[in-house]
C-alpha cells in the first residue's frame, strides 16, 4: 500500500530514535577507544592510561589509549569530532584543547559546543624548573637577575602561544622583567633534555612533567603557580606564598562527541568516578605532582565556559599589546 512520503519519512525517523535508544541502553557493546592528543610518554598520557586501566574494570568491555599528536591537541580533536557519537570514543582535552586551539582558531569550526564533557579528573599548576647546580635558589633570586640582565636569561617553553607561554607572559608582566625565549614543540621531553644540556635557564612546565627529574636530583623547582601546597613537592612554594598573585596551570577533561546520548555519559562518567576515588588512583596521583580535581559533567561544563571567558579576554589583552600572536 502506498503511503504519502512524510509518513515515510517520519517511520524512518522513528525507526532511527529507536535504534539509537536501544543501542544507548546497551552501552557499551564494544571495546572504547580513548584519545590522548600528544605523544606517548608524557604526564597526560600517563594519567589517562591509569585512570584508564581501573575504570575498565567497572565496565562490561575493554579500552585502550591512542596518542594522535599534532597541532597542539587539533589533531586528536579533529578525530573526536569525527568519531560515531556513540559513547565507544573518548578524548582527554588539556589547556590547548580547551583555550589555545579555539582562540588562535588551529581547527576550523571547533568548539566545546562539538564535545559534550564527561568529566574533570586533575588540575595542574605551572610551575618554574631549574637545573638542581642552578644559581637561582629562589624565584625571587631569578626575577633580580632577570632585571639586572633584561632578556639575557633564557626559558624554554613548549610552544609559542601555548599555555606555557601565557604563563611566562604574565609573570614578566607581574614582576616587571623579561626573559629570552627559546620554544620546544613536542612536549616536556624536549625541554628536559633543553634544561638538561644547558640550553636554558630554567622551564616553565608543571612539575608532574619534570616529576622523574626532580625526584632524581637533577632538576629543582623555584615556585608554582597555585594558592596551595604541592604535598608532592615540599619544597616548591606555591606563588602566594612567595609573594606573586599568578596561579595558571592545565588540567585533564574526558569528553565525547557532542551527539553521544546520555545515557552514555552518564556511564562513562559513573566507570571513571569510581576509578577516580580508587585507592589505587588517590595514592598514585600526587606521586607524580598532580592534583586530582574531580568536576562532573554538568560542573565541568559550566567551568570550562568560565574558563575560556576569563583567559580568552586575558589572551585578547595581550594581543592587542602586541604581546600574543592571534
Known sequence: MFQPRLTQLGMALAITVSATAT???????????????????GGTDGIVRKITNIAEESLPVSTYVENIEGGMSATGLLQLM???????????????????VPWQGMLPGYSLDQLKLVARITSEPDAVIVPDD????????????????????RV????????THLTLLQLQDEAG???KVIAYPGGAAPQKEALLNGEVDFVVTSLGDFAPLIE??????????S???????PNVPPATEAGLELQMGSFIVLAVPARTPDEAVETLESAYKEAYESEAFQEWLPKVGVAPSWLGSEEV?????????TLFATMDELAEQGLLEK
Not at 23 to 38: E, G, H, L, S
Not at 134 to 153: F, H, M, N, R, V
Not at 301 to 309: D, G, I, L, P, R
Open 227 to 233: 594558592d596551595q601546597q604541592n604535598e608532592a613537592f
Open 23 to 41: 543501542q544507548a541502553a546497551d552501552f557499551p557493546t564494544r571495546d572504547i577507544r580513548v584519545i590522548v592528543p600528544w605523544g606517548a610518554g
Open 134 to 153: 642552578s644559581e637561582y635558589q629562589t624565584i625571587q633570586g631569578l626575577i633580580d637577575a632577570a632585571k639586572s640582565a633584561p632578556g639575557e636569561i
Open 82 to 100: 569525527k568519531a560515531r557519537p556513540d559513547g565507544h570514543t573518548l578524548g582527554a582535552l588539556t589547556y590547548d584543547s580547551v583555550v589555545t
Open 301 to 309: 561544563t559550566q567551568w570550562a565556559e568560565e574558563t575560556q571567558e
Open 177 to 179: 622583567v623579561e626573559f
Open 216 to 225: 632524581a636530583g637533577d632538576a629543582r623547582g623555584l615556585v608554582e603557580f
Open 156 to 163: 624554554g617553553l613548549q610552544n609559542m602561544g601555548s599555555r
